[in-house]
């Protein structure tokens, strides 16, 4: 059956899709024999829609998931979603806020979960459409979502065996807090942004004197209400005579001590660091060695609390503002500095975060960071790009305690409860009815939330039904590849093997793929605020998915960034349009087949089936070392460069294709097919359109999704003929770049002369018709003497020449004196340039790009100088 005009996505893709999954293509059975290959895919926050990161995502894992489908294994590619607690509930009390004018505190806990479990279930629809609009291969029978009652199983049998192991605890501690989220943040989930700032020096006099003070440095005035002892470096001698005595706290007139510490930087500010435990995480560890205590001075809120007396209830920016003035007046004040310094902000709502002490629960994560570090260092797990492994382990051996409780209605509830009688915990699995240890039955549960990625790092095992013994889990876990971007790469990659190796004691997977970054076509990062967000739906929506896959693909380099372009994607669009103009050319002419019959005695035959062959092993060998853009770039050459502009030009002249039709010739057919498996993965749409319109196919699999990928062949080696057959495309390209160069007709037919060695010759003599149609050529004289330069322009070629009579060129007296004339030009040029490279002036007082472009222009001249003069010799013009 003929193909349409031409391929259209919008009208085909989405029923090809549903025709997979009536199909039952994506769903593997853990009952079955086969080794299975499992991939789950990062969870989507239920925040909103998919971005260009996720479509990246969804094509690089559907690449690895469609092949290993092909290649036998028994897959499971896993959905879900996940319930994002502090983004999830940060949106949708905007959206109460911007739709009711009304607040979460208002609606009350239940009613506002009511309210988010339904922005959920609208969102995740969403993301579900998309991704099958993708084209995304997932088994959506096993779609999971982190607050799932069998994830949440999972999540307090997590928890449970964590604390009953001693590494759960609660405790008072230096946290960072977002007043904007009110709650606790761990210290990934803070992004420090250099800002412009200032540096104050204030006067903290000595007690009893009114004459001698220390000159105090700090970027946070405000925090000064919360001042418990200035501290100077042990072997500063400024400060030696300071240590162990009392300063007055300015403003305040509180007594603080004097400490040595080594924690102290002399050489930063003045070299006395004033000590504030209550909200600066290293001041907390020096008033721990010191038994300083904890003054907290701001609220939840980041406003100044009642320990702040006369400053109560102002914010830190009107608080700071108001104790510089009241310092300046008092004459207190020194002196201050603009200075550029680091501000942590919530990774969330990019508020600046107040370091705050608080009661919060945190995991011991230096224990379960062992095994972790060590899988990674024995190989067990490896990291690509593998220069992200020094990463990993920097970050591994240095790992603080993890603290997991957020102070948020949107997550996993803490399993613990309070009684009100003996005031001990209960920690369980199970929701129970009274206290384990005085039978009270007034018990109440933690209100804090888990923090998300305590859930997220269960997903390898939590969504096959863990902590049972599933036939889901005996089948599919550990996975095998864990696919994401390298930003999470401590949020969520470390912690599932943490968590994973503690709780299973196995890897979770034995490969994480870390994607580049997704950028604008500028390199610029994508953010709505700049307007230069690019959305997948709306390019799939022009171009079609398998354009956008294959661009993704084919631009998804190790180590840089992949930056998102329409021009690239149309690129990739045309590639798809010349895959089906070459099919509907092959269908034409030999879709009336019925079985393959491959002549492999044709010497254009051979050296296609092995080319085909050496990009099977190429797109293997890539895939399996997750270069995605080589694989891309390996079938497109094939497919674009060799079998279209080679192959079927080869087979469309005459006497050729009729010889193919008389024989029952299959090998443009077989050879498409092939293509059509090889390309699956990656351009899944197209390849299944094409190939459910062959006349026959090499399995009888419904779709080309469970037919077998294609694999390196021996018998289709044939190395001698693809020398010789390079020969003559070589030939035909030089010969077609004389005619170009000395702007010879495309209408006008040349003579050739082919000289060489006569064993060259013989092997080109064979493809005389298709050299002479290919490069319009009414005759070649095959020559074992020389022809004479002088009346002949040649193209020399490794082992042969061809040359070409000058008569065709006519009358060049126009054209010799037009090149001298540019000649001239160009010498000119070069001198001035090269005058201002030996000018002692311009080489000392000019830019470096600017001589480097200099530089740049004489390097072009000389290039030209030399071209030009070398064309006017082959013209006789010198």
């Given at each position: 059956m003929p193909l349409e005009n031409q391929f259209e996505p919008q009208k085909r893709?989405?029923?090809?899709?549903?025709?997979?999954?009536?199909?039952?293509v994506f769903t593997p059975s853990a009952d079955s024999q086969k080794k299975s290959y499992t991939i789950v895919l990062p969870p989507p926050n239920v925040t909103g829609v998919l971005h260009m990161g996720h479509a990246l995502t969804g094509t690089l894992e559907d690449i690895l998931i469609r092949r290993k489908r092909m290649q036998g294994f028994n897959v499971l590619w896993l959905p879900g979603t996940d319930h994002a607690g502090i983004a999830t509930q940060m949106v949708v009390e905007r959206h109460l806020q911007a739709e009711s004018k009304t607040s979460r505190h208002v609606l009350g806990r239940e009613k506002f979960l009511e309210k988010v479990w339904e922005w959920k279930d609208k969102s995740q629809g969403t993301i579900i459409s998309q991704l099958k609009t993708l084209g995304c291969s997932l088994d959506w029978s096993r779609l999971s979502f982190t607050l799932d009652e069998k994830v949440s199983l999972a999540v307090r049998e997590?928890?449970?065996?964590?604390?009953?192991?001693?590494?759960?605890?609660?405790?008072?501690?230096?946290?960072?807090?977002?007043?904007?989220?009110?709650?606790?943040?761990?210290?990934?989930?803070?992004?420090?942004?250099?800002?412009?700032?200032?540096?104050?020096?204030i006067k903290y006099f000595l007690e009893g004197s009114q004459s001698e003070f220390l000159s105090v440095a700090t970027t946070r005035p405000e925090t000064l209400l919360g001042d418990l002892a200035v501290a100077v470096h042990p072997s500063d001698t400024r400060y030696r005579k300071w240590v162990g005595k009392k300063v007055k706290l300015p403003l305040v007139n509180r007594l603080i001590p004097v400490v040595s510490d080594e924690y102290v930087d002399p050489e930063f500010g003045t070299g006395a660091l004033k000590i504030t435990p209550g909200h600066d995480v290293n001041d907390y560890v020096v008033g721990k060695r010191h038994g300083l205590g904890v003054l907290t001075v701001f609220d939840d809120d980041a406003r100044v609390n009642d320990k702040g007396g006369v400053y109560c209830g102002l914010t830190r920016e009107k608080a700071r503002d108001q104790i510089v003035e009241d310092l300046k007046k008092a004459d207190l004040w020194i002196e201050e500095e603009e200075r550029p310094h680091n501000v942590g902000h919530c990774d969330r709502c990019s508020t600046v975060v107040e370091p705050k002490v608080s009661a919060q629960w945190f995991v011991k994560a230096d224990v379960l960071a062992k095994p972790a570090i060590e899988a990674v260092q024995t190989k067990k797990i490896r990291i690509l790009p593998e220069e992200w492994e020094k990463v990993y382990f920097e970050w591994m051996n240095n790992i603080r305690p993890w603290c997991i409780s957020r102070q948020l209605w949107w997550g996993h509830r803490i399993p613990v409860w309070y009684c009100k009688d003996c005031s001990k915990m209960t920690v369980a699995v199970k929701t129970p009815s009274q206290c384990q240890h005085c039978e009270s039955a007034k018990i109440t549960q933690e209100e804090d939330v888990l923090d998300t990625w305590f859930s997220s790092g269960l997903w390898p095992f939590s969504t096959l039904g863990w902590p049972e013994e599933t036939a889901d889990f005996k089948t599919f876990y550990p996975n095998d590849v864990l696919e994401t971007g390298f930003d999470i790469l401590f949020f969520w990659v470390a912690r599932m093997i943490m968590l994973g190796m503690r709780m299973t004691g196995k890897i979770p997977f034995?490969?994480?793929?870390?994607?580049?970054?997704?950028?604008?076509?500028?390199?610029?990062?994508?953010?709505?605020?700049?307007?230069?967000?690019?959305?997948?739906?709306?390019?799939?929506?022009?171009?079609?998915?398998?354009?956008?896959?294959?661009?993704?693909?084919?631009?998804?380099?190790?180590?840089?960034?992949?930056?998102?372009?329409?021009?690239?994607?149309?690129?990739?669009?045309?590639?798809?349009?010349?895959?089906?103009?070459?099919?509907?050319?092959v269908l034409m002419h030999f879709g009336h087949l019925k079985e393959s019959h491959c002549d492999k005695s044709n010497l254009t035959n051979q050296w296609i089936l092995s080319r085909l062959n050496e990009t099977k092993k190429q797109v293997s060998e890539s895939l399996e070392t997750y270069r995605f853009f080589e694989a891309a770039q390996s079938i497109y050459h094939f497919l674009w460069n060799e079998f279209c502009d080679w192959f079927i030009e080869f087979a469309k002249e005459k006497n050729e294709l009729e010889s193919r039709k008389a024989k029952g010739d299959s090998t443009a057919l077989d050879v498409l097919e092939e293509v059509l498996r090889l390309l699956h993965p990656f351009m899944p749409f197209v390849a299944e359109a094409i190939w459910q319109e062959l006349p026959y196919r090499s399995s009888q699999e419904k779709s080309i999704s469970l037919a077998a990928y294609p694999e390196f062949q021996k018998e289709n080696v044939f190395t001698q003929t693809e020398e010789q057959v390079q020969r003559v495309i070589e030939v035909i390209e030089k010969t077609r770049t004389l005619r170009g160069t000395h702007k010879i007709a495309g209408s006008q037919e040349i003579g050739?002369?082919?000289?060489?060695?006569?064993?060259?010759?013989?092997?080109?003599?064979?493809?005389?018709?298709?050299?002479?149609?290919?490069?319009?050529?009414?005759?070649?004289?095959?020559?074992?003497?020389?022809?004479?330069?002088?009346?002949?322009?040649?193209?020399?070629?490794?082992?042969?020449?061809?040359?070409?009579?000058?008569?065709?060129?006519?009358?060049?007296?126009?054209?010799?004196?037009?090149?001298?004339?540019?000649?001239?030009?160009?010498?000119?040029?070069?001198?001035?340039?090269?005058?201002?490279?030996?000018?002692?002036?311009?080489?000392?007082?000019?830019?470096?790009?600017?001589?480097?472009?200099?530089?740049?222009?004489?390097?072009?001249?000389?290039?030209?100088?030399?071209?030009?003069?070398?064309?006017?010799?082959?013209?006789?013009?010198?």
């Amino acid at each position: 059956m003929p193909l349409e005009n031409q391929f259209e996505p919008q009208k085909r893709e989405k029923k090809l899709y549903e025709q997979w999954l009536e199909w039952g293509v994506f769903t593997p059975s853990a009952d079955s024999q086969k080794k299975s290959y499992t991939i789950v895919l990062p969870p989507p926050n239920v925040t909103g829609v998919l971005h260009m990161g996720h479509a990246l995502t969804g094509t690089l894992e559907d690449i690895l998931i469609r092949r290993k489908r092909m290649q036998g294994f028994n897959v499971l590619w896993l959905p879900g979603t996940d319930h994002a607690g502090i983004a999830t509930q940060m949106v949708v009390e905007r959206h109460l806020q911007a739709e009711s004018k009304t607040s979460r505190h208002v609606l009350g806990r239940e009613k506002f979960l009511e309210k988010v479990w339904e922005w959920k279930d609208k969102s995740q629809g969403t993301i579900i459409s998309q991704l099958k609009t993708l084209g995304c291969s997932l088994d959506w029978s096993r779609l999971s979502f982190t607050l799932d009652e069998k994830v949440s199983l999972a999540v307090r049998e997590c928890f449970v065996r964590l604390y009953n192991d001693g590494l759960i605890y609660r405790d008072e501690a230096i946290i960072q807090w977002c007043p904007r989220c009110r709650t606790a943040l761990s210290d990934l989930e803070v992004k420090f942004k250099e800002v412009k700032g200032r540096f104050w020096k204030i006067k903290y006099f000595l007690e009893g004197s009114q004459s001698e003070f220390l000159s105090v440095a700090t970027t946070r005035p405000e925090t000064l209400l919360g001042d418990l002892a200035v501290a100077v470096h042990p072997s500063d001698t400024r400060y030696r005579k300071w240590v162990g005595k009392k300063v007055k706290l300015p403003l305040v007139n509180r007594l603080i001590p004097v400490v040595s510490d080594e924690y102290v930087d002399p050489e930063f500010g003045t070299g006395a660091l004033k000590i504030t435990p209550g909200h600066d995480v290293n001041d907390y560890v020096v008033g721990k060695r010191h038994g300083l205590g904890v003054l907290t001075v701001f609220d939840d809120d980041a406003r100044v609390n009642d320990k702040g007396g006369v400053y109560c209830g102002l914010t830190r920016e009107k608080a700071r503002d108001q104790i510089v003035e009241d310092l300046k007046k008092a004459d207190l004040w020194i002196e201050e500095e603009e200075r550029p310094h680091n501000v942590g902000h919530c990774d969330r709502c990019s508020t600046v975060v107040e370091p705050k002490v608080s009661a919060q629960w945190f995991v011991k994560a230096d224990v379960l960071a062992k095994p972790a570090i060590e899988a990674v260092q024995t190989k067990k797990i490896r990291i690509l790009p593998e220069e992200w492994e020094k990463v990993y382990f920097e970050w591994m051996n240095n790992i603080r305690p993890w603290c997991i409780s957020r102070q948020l209605w949107w997550g996993h509830r803490i399993p613990v409860w309070y009684c009100k009688d003996c005031s001990k915990m209960t920690v369980a699995v199970k929701t129970p009815s009274q206290c384990q240890h005085c039978e009270s039955a007034k018990i109440t549960q933690e209100e804090d939330v888990l923090d998300t990625w305590f859930s997220s790092g269960l997903w390898p095992f939590s969504t096959l039904g863990w902590p049972e013994e599933t036939a889901d889990f005996k089948t599919f876990y550990p996975n095998d590849v864990l696919e994401t971007g390298f930003d999470i790469l401590f949020f969520w990659v470390a912690r599932m093997i943490m968590l994973g190796m503690r709780m299973t004691g196995k890897i979770p997977f034995h490969t994480v793929y870390l994607h580049p970054m997704v950028r604008d076509e500028h390199g610029q990062k994508m953010s709505k605020t700049k307007g230069n967000v690019v959305d997948p739906l709306e390019i799939i929506d022009r171009m079609g998915a398998d354009s956008l896959r294959f661009f993704l693909a084919w631009n998804a380099f190790h180590g840089r960034d992949l930056r998102v372009s329409d021009e690239g994607v149309e690129g990739c669009r045309n590639f798809a349009t010349k895959l089906w103009n070459v099919s509907k050319f092959v269908l034409m002419h030999f879709g009336h087949l019925k079985e393959s019959h491959c002549d492999k005695s044709n010497l254009t035959n051979q050296w296609i089936l092995s080319r085909l062959n050496e990009t099977k092993k190429q797109v293997s060998e890539s895939l399996e070392t997750y270069r995605f853009f080589e694989a891309a770039q390996s079938i497109y050459h094939f497919l674009w460069n060799e079998f279209c502009d080679w192959f079927i030009e080869f087979a469309k002249e005459k006497n050729e294709l009729e010889s193919r039709k008389a024989k029952g010739d299959s090998t443009a057919l077989d050879v498409l097919e092939e293509v059509l498996r090889l390309l699956h993965p990656f351009m899944p749409f197209v390849a299944e359109a094409i190939w459910q319109e062959l006349p026959y196919r090499s399995s009888q699999e419904k779709s080309i999704s469970l037919a077998a990928y294609p694999e390196f062949q021996k018998e289709n080696v044939f190395t001698q003929t693809e020398e010789q057959v390079q020969r003559v495309i070589e030939v035909i390209e030089k010969t077609r770049t004389l005619r170009g160069t000395h702007k010879i007709a495309g209408s006008q037919e040349i003579g050739l002369s082919l000289w060489g060695e006569a064993t060259v010759l013989q092997a080109l003599k064979p493809f005389q018709d298709k050299i002479q149609k290919l490069a319009r050529a009414d005759k070649i004289d095959w020559v074992t003497t020389r022809p004479s330069s002088k009346e002949n322009l040649e193209i020399v070629l490794k082992d042969c020449s061809v040359f070409m009579s000058k008569s065709y060129l006519g009358d060049l007296s126009q054209e010799i004196e037009k090149q001298k004339k540019q000649l001239q030009d160009k010498k000119e040029a070069l001198a001035r340039a090269e005058s201002k490279l030996t000018n002692e002036k311009f080489m000392g007082g000019a830019p470096e790009a600017v001589k480097a472009g200099v530089r740049k222009q004489a390097e072009d001249l000389k290039a030209e100088v030399v071209g030009i003069e070398r064309y006017l010799r082959e013209i006789g013009g010198t």
